[in-house]
Nanobody
Framework: QVQLVESGGGLVQAGGSLRLSCAAS????????MDWYRQAPGKQRELIAA???????NYADSVKGRFTISRDNAKQTVYLQMNSLTPEDTAVYYC????????????????WGQGTQVTVSS
């Protein structure tokens, strides 16, 4: 089994920063893309940042310039550095990973973390 565990969420004032971490564990051949999503009350879950196995990144316009996604392949961990936070960033943040369980391409699986709450106060 593969498990993703997020950490680093919490309460922060507007203008502050948080760093989220998501560590993967289990029987893993390779982790391809790793993404961060968020879901605010009454809203759809949205993709906010993505990083490929080679380190290529993409961001939603709402967080571009403020958030930075990175990964440490040796630690099988993805990070989200969140700066200049606003109340509109308040949401549950979820880690996602495309995981290759074996060398066979048919072994690709999708995994989600349980989510971590980020609350930004004004």
């Amino acid at each position: 089994q593969v498990q993703l565990v997020e950490s680093g969420g919490g309460l922060v004032q507007a203008g502050g920063s948080l760093r989220l971490s998501c560590a993967a564990s289990g029987s893993i051949f390779k982790i391809n893309a790793m993404d961060w999503y968020r879901q605010a009350p009454g809203k759809q879950r949205e993709l906010i940042a993505a990083i490929s196995s080679g380190g290529r990144t993409n961001y939603a316009d709402s967080v571009k310039g403020r958030f930075t996604i990175s990964r440490d392949n040796a630690k099988q961990t993805v990070y989200l550095q969140m700066n200049s936070l606003t109340p509109e960033d308040t949401a549950v943040y979820y880690c996602y990973a495309d995981v290759l369980l074996t060398s066979l391409s048919s072994s690709i699986r999708q995994y989600w973390g349980q989510g971590t709450q980020v609350t930004v106060s004004s």
